[in-house]
């Protein structure tokens, strides 16, 4: 689904995959080679790009060498204390957005990092709902950006409305 979503802002021209399961990755790049030109490679290839999703991990598996200026991250698998996809230090060097400030110290791509001290909360640079506003954002375009998910019940609230408002069913792809 972050894919769809993407492509649906952005002209994707090339898809970067890694992950610890190869027939997953595999399966994804069948899945979706029809729409994008897909390559599995290593977590350090994958990270050369514009926009990186991540998914969930115990331990930091994004280094801060790996990301170019510019790069944007959605950090959507942090989602319970404990859990980390980033190197610290790439927290430190980004302008980190997240959906709520509490949720985010507690439970986000932040709380590890802010636990051990590597992260102060007042480095948040907003929340979601201010860059959807226009309040907060991007201050140049080789700053690198991270959102850090969580994901709130009112969010999935109002999705789940739009979605039930819509004339016809909405497909969402399953990879096995």
């Given at each position: 689904?972050?894919?769809?979503?993407?492509?649906?802002?952005?002209?994707?021209r090339?898809?970067?995959?890694?992950?610890?399961?190869e027939?997953?990755?595999e399966?994804?790049?069948?899945?979706?080679?029809?729409?994008f030109?897909?390559?599995?490679?290593?977590?350090?290839?994958?990270?050369?790009?514009?926009?990186?999703?991540?998914?969930?991990?115990r331990?930091?598996?994004?280094?801060?060498?790996?990301?170019?200026?510019?790069?944007?991250?959605?950090?959507?698998?942090a989602?319970?204390?404990?859990?980390?996809?980033?190197?610290?230090?790439?927290?430190?060097?980004?302008?980190?957005?997240?959906?709520?400030?509490?949720?985010?110290?507690?439970?986000?791509?932040?709380?590890?990092?802010?636990a051990?001290?590597?992260?102060?909360?007042?480095?948040?640079?907003?929340?979601?709902g201010?860059?959807?506003?226009?309040?907060?954002?991007?201050?140049?375009?080789?700053?690198?950006?991270i959102?850090?998910?969580?994901g709130?019940?009112?969010?999935?609230?109002a999705?789940a409305?739009?979605?039930m408002?819509?004339?016809?069913?909405?497909?969402?792809?399953?990879?096995?």
């Amino acid at each position: 689904m972050q894919l769809a979503a993407i492509a649906h802002e952005l002209a994707i021209r090339k898809v970067k995959i890694w992950s610890l399961d190869e027939k997953l990755a595999e399966a994804f790049k069948r899945a979706h080679s029809g729409s994008f030109d897909i390559m599995v490679c290593t977590p350090a290839q994958a990270c050369d790009c514009d926009v990186l999703v991540t998914t969930p991990s115990r331990t930091p598996i994004v280094q801060n060498a790996w990301i170019h200026e510019g790069t944007h991250i959605n950090a959507i698998g942090a989602d319970a204390p404990g859990k980390q996809e980033l190197d610290p230090a790439l927290l430190n060097r980004a302008r980190v957005f997240v959906d709520d400030h509490e949720q985010a110290v507690h439970s986000g791509e932040i709380n590890v990092a802010v636990a051990k001290g590597l992260f102060s909360p007042d480095r948040i640079a907003g929340t979601l709902g201010e860059v959807v506003l226009g309040r907060k954002g991007r201050l140049s375009d080789d700053k690198v950006t991270i959102f850090d998910s969580t994901g709130l019940a009112p969010q999935d609230l109002a999705i789940a409305s739009l979605a039930m408002k819509q004339s016809q069913p909405i497909d969402i792809p399953f990879i096995v």
